[in-house]
């Protein structure tokens, strides 16, 4: 499924590196810590409407992925 491919393409170049992953937050960095939990320990789901979910006991994350670029189209 081409969908899935363009969003786990885009999920790697977000998420990932070869140093590792970082986040930055300011605070206390509560929910950057549960989104990073979530994000990595979560059972993930891959659909089309939306294009993700990923959930961890009572939480859950839906993700839409989408891009677009400064070209008019004709």
């Known amino acids: 499924m081409e969908r899935t491919n363009e969003l786990l393409t885009a999920?790697?170049?977000y998420f990932s590196s070869d140093e590792g992953t970082s986040i930055k937050y300011?605070?206390?960095g509560a929910v950057a810590k549960e989104f990073a939990?979530?994000?990595q320990f979560g059972e993930k789901f891959i659909g089309d409407a939306p294009d993700m979910f990923i959930r961890k006991n009572n939480v859950a994350f839906i993700i839409e992925?989408?891009?677009f670029d400064c070209y008019r189209a004709t």
């Open 11 to 13: 999920i790697n170049k």
């Open 65 to 67: 992925h989408f891009e």
């Open 26 to 28: 300011h605070g206390t």
């Open 37 to 39: 939990d979530v994000f």
